[in-house]
């Protein structure tokens, strides 16, 4: 079975500084990885993903990702944190060796909170 | 406007009534899936879709009823509410060719 971990629920950061969000997994083979961030209030809205290659993994906002195979861990950072990055972030993975349908499994969510 | 739509965004019911909670995507997706957020459980799928008048069950199937004739809509029905389906429902969509999700902007639903 697949799993997600964030081991953090709240994030405090202040602006300008840099951020990580952390997220570990467990997958039976090589993981598809994904970071999705929630405003309130409205939908989850994708970042960035992992599928193959560079483990440095470039997104939006600003935002980046290291994938690290041997620590299985897909952690979120950005060098320098606005008031607007506030929301909940969860990251998701998928096994790309499972046929069919391919279930996501999301973490339980990170807030982060930038303290101006 | 292209997108994923839900509808209605709140819903306030009662106990024993049944509920249905509309999504509609523009993309042509050929996946689409409901989804349902409590605080502490994150997003846990109910029912998903790989394409019209193809469903099956996620993890937590049970009370909830889909159908999905057209590919761009993916209606969930709460056959006879209880309170414990008091939550926040997500939409979401996927392309076979794309491997993220997208999602709609969520259905707040209250069951007293």
């Known amino acids: 079975a697949q799993s997600v971990a964030q081991p953090e629920d709240q994030v405090n950061v202040a602006e300008g500084n840099p951020l990580t969000v952390k997220c570990t997994y467990s997958?039976?083979?090589?993981?598809?990885l994904f970071w999705y961030v929630q405003y309130p209030n409205r939908g989850l809205q994708f970042l960035l993903k992992y599928i193959t290659g560079d483990n440095l993994v470039k997104g939006s906002y600003g935002f980046e990702a290291e994938f690290n195979k041997s620590q299985t861990s897909f952690h979120l950072k950005k060098p320098s944190a606005l008031v607007s990055d506030s929301a909940l972030y969860f990251c998701a993975v998928r096994d790309r060796n499972s046929g069919g349908y391919q279930k996501v499994t999301f973490g339980i969510g990170t807030k982060l909170q930038v303290i101006p | 406007d292209a997108g994923i739509t839900q509808s209605p965004r709140y819903k306030i019911t009662e106990t024993g009534r049944q509920v249905t909670l509309m999504c509609h995507q523009t993309?042509?997706?050929?996946?689409m899936f409901w989804y349902r957020q409590d605080l502490g459980h994150g997003l846990r799928l109910i029912y998903y879709?790989?394409?019209?008048?193809?469903?099956d069950k996620g993890e937590v199937p049970d009370g909830y009823v889909v159908s999905r004739s057209k590919t761009e809509n993916f209606p969930l029905t709460l056959e006879s509410a209880t309170r414990s389906q008091t939550s926040v429902y997500f939409c979401a969509s996927r392309n076979s060719s794309y491997n993220e999700q997208f999602f709609g902007p969520g259905t707040r639903l209250t069951v007293l």
């Open positions: 879709s790989a394409a019209a008048d193809i469903t």
């Open positions: 993309w042509s997706h050929s996946y």
């Open positions: 997958v039976s083979g090589n993981p598809y």
